[in-house]
């Protein structure tokens, strides 16, 4: 084991989102077992919701996150910075307020943070951050670290953001009116219909403000000297190949908690429901787990009709609706009397761990707005997909369950969802031989995660030639300083 001032010494710091604290807490760990010594750190807000849904009222700002992770012999300490926001702005509600801030104000507090590491007696040598922030080069170019991003989504995501110019040169993005043939021209991408472009492709207004961020931050990752993706090499081949020619781009996923348990670190920002007891009196595969996520939100008509679908289906479910789904002002999203129909059918929770659900054997399918943790998560369990995308890269990854892995079904094509549409898919999903075919397939790509996790896998393999590039890097980055240092001493005379 190295010493601790051998170790290479990386800040990690997520997306402010749940989809995204989570992979990077599970990587945490994961290098500090490879003998990184980690700073993690969250957002100030983050925190507080993490604290508060583990009950500690009391004193939310006390808790580290990593005392049980710290206790298990890992190198792991834990800071907070400010995104510039008091705690009790509503984030979901102002939205794009809340993003400018993050696009203008948070790296100041970074910058501030990284430089009191810098100058203590274990400096950090690399960052490793969320490809969505900005200001990434400019750190590492500022303190003389090496530069890792974590794309947290799969790597045709990854292409077709870095692609973005090529789309737009050939009229399918930010054109007047965009093209609608299929786009059969980035680099790894075989073909793409517009309609399974992230939702921010297909936009008409191509200058909000998470435009703006998506297009700082895809300018900034090219200058990354490393790129890791939480996808599988085996699933996205020739997307991955075609990424690698201009990058180091690792695939190390999946990034799961060690033996898909519930983790000893916290990371979910909401209070989570025990659904085990119900669950446990339910036969084995009958139960339909919904979620549609921690981010995006939906209309109350398509909540309506999906209640009224899951009714019809007569299929047993466990609903997680958080409250702000519809709007942080819109308290009750589902119909009227819906709680009194589904006595003993079904269940509705604010929130769960999820993975303990997904692994339940009573659950036997996904209605899944295609959050890529999610994806990745169900593969795991063997489930079948029910795919209602909502947002940013879920419709991309749509594409990647229903028609490339032929491991899903698709619910939504921009129109409205019906009740009549939504009964019938979920009994497709659930019942009978489609569902048998759909669930052979899923334990197919299962088989292509669990290989490339595997001892001799290519994510194993991965995972280890990315950590001996890091500190390849880390080594020359130091002689260059030590150079730098001769050549700036006055000479005696």
Request: hydrophobic residues 40%; proline residues 5%.
């Amino acid at each position: 084991m190295e010493n601790n001032h051998q170790k290479p010494h990386a800040l990690m710091m997520p997306y402010p989102l749940q989809g995204h604290v989570i992979p990077f807490v599970h990587l945490a760990m994961k290098l500090a077992s490879k003998g990184f010594a980690i700073t993690f750190v969250n957002t100030q807000y983050v925190h507080h919701q993490i604290a508060k849904s583990h009950h500690h009222d009391h004193d939310p700002e006390a808790e580290d996150i990593f005392v049980g992770a710290r206790e298990s012999g890992l190198d792991i300490q834990y800071a907070t910075v400010s995104d510039g926001f008091p705690l009790g702005f509503d984030r979901s509600l102002h939205h794009d307020q809340f993003m400018e801030g993050v696009l203008h104000v948070m790296s100041a507090h970074v910058d501030e943070l990284v430089g009191r590491l810098a100058a203590s007696e274990r400096p950090v040598s690399c960052l490793i951050v969320d490809t969505f922030y900005v200001w990434s080069s400019m750190i590492c170019e500022k303190y003389n670290l090496v530069n890792i991003s974590f794309w947290t989504e799969p790597a045709l995501v990854l292409s077709l953001y870095y692609h973005l110019d090529l789309l737009r040169v050939n009229g399918h993005f930010g054109a007047q009116d965009n093209r609608e043939d299929t786009i059969d021209y980035v680099p790894g991408v075989r073909s793409i219909e517009p309609k399974d472009l992230t939702s921010y492709l297909q936009a008409a207004n191509t200058w909000t403000v998470v435009h703006r961020i998506i297009y700082k931050a895809f300018q900034d990752v090219k200058k990354a000297d490393v790129i890791i993706c939480n996808t599988v090499q085996e699933l996205e081949p020739d997307t991955l190949s075609a990424l690698q020619k201009k990058q180091p781009v690792y695939a190390i996923g999946p990034i799961f908690p060690t033996g898909f348990a519930k983790s000893p670190v916290a990371t979910s920002l909401w209070s989570e429901s025990d659904c085990t007891e119900w669950l446990s009196a339910k036969p084995s595969g009958s139960v339909l787990y919904v979620s549609f996520g921690s981010y995006a939100h939906a209309s109350k008509q398509d909540i309506w009709e999906i209640a009224s679908g899951l009714l019809l289906s007569e299929v047993s479910f466990i609903w997680v609706l958080r409250p702000d789904i519809v709007s942080s002002d819109e308290s009750e999203p589902l119909p009227p009397g819906f709680g009194d129909q589904i006595k003993g059918k079904g269940l509705v929770v604010p929130w769960c761990c999820q993975i303990e659900v997904l692994s339940h054997s009573a659950i036997g399918g996904f209605l899944t707005h295609c959050g890529w943790n999610s994806i990745l998560e169900s593969i795991w369990c063997c489930l079948p997909m029910l795919c209602f995308p909502l947002l940013t890269d879920q419709f991309t990854n749509r594409k990647l369950v229903v028609d490339d892995w032929g491991i899903g079904v698709n619910l939504r094509d921009k129109k409205a969802v019906t009740r009549e549409e939504v009964g019938q898919k979920i009994r497709r999903l659930m019942i009978g031989g489609s569902a048998d075919e759909l669930r052979r397939k899923v334990g197919e790509v299962r088989k292509a995660l669990d290989d490339a996790l595997g001892p001799n896998g290519s994510s194993e393999k991965n995972l280890n030639d990315f950590i001996s590039d890091v500190k390849v890097k880390i080594a020359a980055n130091k002689q260059w300083i030590s150079r730098s240092l001769i050549v700036s001493l006055p000479s005696s005379t």
